[in-house]
């Protein structure tokens, strides 16, 4: 048996009902010591026992009354703790992703709660360290273009862009050479859109390896640029090459073309942290329960409400 997994049976062994799974992830939160989510202290936390449910805490300074789902993914959810970790090690054990109909299936809820349930997942993996030139080093970089043909589209959806990428959508990506992977939803590949996020995600005066586009030679000025001319079959030139972003773009692709089929522009970055956290957090030679842990610790602080996911 491997040795850097566990297996569906053991996790559900490991955690079978909420009451183990609340007490893991106040763990994982607050380590023992509950936090008032409110004014973030940790003095005057007392537990409090609400109609015979336990997890419940009051902060004596402010008056606020929680639980380890306040201010995490999990606030005002219905569905129990124990499903949402099988969740979260359905997600970081499913190399191309899971969809929301078999996850439906393998939870016993709503197809509807299930995509909602992971379009949350996919926003806790949402990388804090995005736009503080976070990659450094040697980072290649490459678009992908994302969508169907046109000539598939009904003709009230048709874009009536012209041929090739016109029409599609456009995810920007940025791989350290042996290192994190960020990958941005762009409103187009046009250079007044691709060169500030390339400025904001890498620090300045890293080497930069791309393709023979024409909207990366303004960024010479700041970075080491080398690149491969792809239109005359070349793909490497000694240390310059974008092999690492290429093999990126194949699970993402498998993903889109395996798993979910399509995803609207409207969601799409959230599908992009999920491919990304893949990388950087979710790697597959880290164990399992680390991964777990990892994004377990994404989930606290950040929020996705059903108003704002379909606003």
């Given at each position: ?5 566990i297996s ?7 955690f ?5 799974a609340r007490l893991?992830i ?5 380590n023992?010591?509950p936090?008032c989510?409110k004014?973030n202290l940790a ?5 409090q026992n ?16 929680y639980?380890?789902?306040?201010g995490t ?7 129990p703790?124990n499903k ?14 899971i969809?929301?109909m078999?996850?439906?299936k393998?939870l016993g ?5 299930a ?8 926003k806790?993996c949402e990388d ?6 976070f ?6 970089i ?11 589209r009904?003709e009230?959806k048709?874009k009536?862009?012209?041929r090739?990428p ?8 940025m791989?350290?050479r ?6 941005k939803?762009?409103?187009?590949s046009?250079?007044?859109h ?7 995600t890498?620090a300045?005066?890293s080497t930069?390896?791309t ?5 990366y ?9 080398k690149t491969v001319n ?21 699970v993402?692709?498998?993903a ?8 609207s522009?409207k969601?799409m ?11 950087n957090?979710?790697?597959v030679?880290i164990?399992?329960?680390e ?6 610790g994404m989930?606290?602080?950040?929020r ?8």
């Amino acid at each position: 048996m491997c040795k850097v997994t566990i297996s569906a049976f053991q996790m559900i062994h490991r955690f079978p009902d909420q009451e183990s799974a609340r007490l893991y992830i106040e763990k994982c939160r607050w380590n023992g010591m509950p936090v008032c989510p409110k004014c973030n202290l940790a003095e005057k936390q007392y537990p409090q026992n609400r109609k015979g449910r336990p997890g419940f805490y009051e902060c004596r300074c402010c008056g606020l009354v929680y639980t380890v789902r306040t201010g995490t993914i999990f606030e005002r959810s219905h569905i129990p703790l124990n499903k949402w970790i099988f969740a979260i090690y359905l997600v970081v054990t499913a190399r191309k992703g899971i969809s929301s109909m078999q996850l439906s299936k393998e939870l016993g809820i709503g197809q509807k709660a299930a995509w909602f349930l992971l379009q949350r997942i996919r926003k806790a993996c949402e990388d804090d360290n995005g736009g503080n030139g976070f990659l450094q080093g040697i980072v290649e970089i490459d678009e992908a273009y994302l969508g169907g043909l046109e000539a598939n589209r009904h003709e009230s959806k048709k874009k009536k862009a012209g041929r090739g990428p016109n029409g599609k959508e456009v995810a920007l990506g940025m791989k350290e050479r042996d290192g994190k992977v960020a990958i941005k939803h762009l409103p187009s590949s046009k250079g007044e859109h691709i060169r500030p996020e390339i400025e904001k995600t890498i620090a300045k005066g890293s080497t930069l390896c791309t393709d023979e586009a024409p909207v990366y030679e303004a960024l010479q000025s700041q970075y080491d640029h080398k690149t491969v001319n792809h239109s005359a079959k070349q793909y490497v030139d000694g240390m310059a090459h974008t092999n690492s972003i290429e093999s990126v773009w194949a699970v993402l692709k498998r993903a889109f073309y395996g798993v979910f089929h399509s995803f609207s522009a409207k969601h799409m970055q959230l599908y992009l942290n999920e491919v990304c956290f893949r990388f950087n957090s979710g790697n597959v030679k880290i164990h399992t329960l680390e991964r777990l842990d990892s994004l377990l610790g994404m989930c606290f602080g950040k929020r996705l409400t059903w108003a704002d996911c379909i606003a």
